[in-house]
């Protein structure tokens, strides 16, 4: 199975990633670019393999830059967050 076919099995492994590259010393604004680039990627080089992914997709391909790249920090906000509740 695929981290893609589920949700909250992505999330997760973004949770995992995010607090590898902070744990790193990675900055913010490192971490906002990279999840910028990987949401780029996704929305051009992969299918939806949920019904989350396909409204991030669009959502994705409907923003311009400034509101991809706002898109992007919420989603890291959102695993951070979710990081915090476990």
Known sequence: MSVLDNFDSWKGFLANKLEQAESQGMSQQAVSNMAYEVGDYLAKGTEAKNN?????????????????HALANTMVKLVQNQGNTN
């Not at 994705?60 to 991809?68: K, L, S, V």
Request: aromatic share 6%; no cysteine; glycine share 0%.
């Open 52 to 68: 989350e992914e396909a409204v991030l997709r669009e959502l994705w391909n409907a923003a311009d830059t400034d509101e991809r």
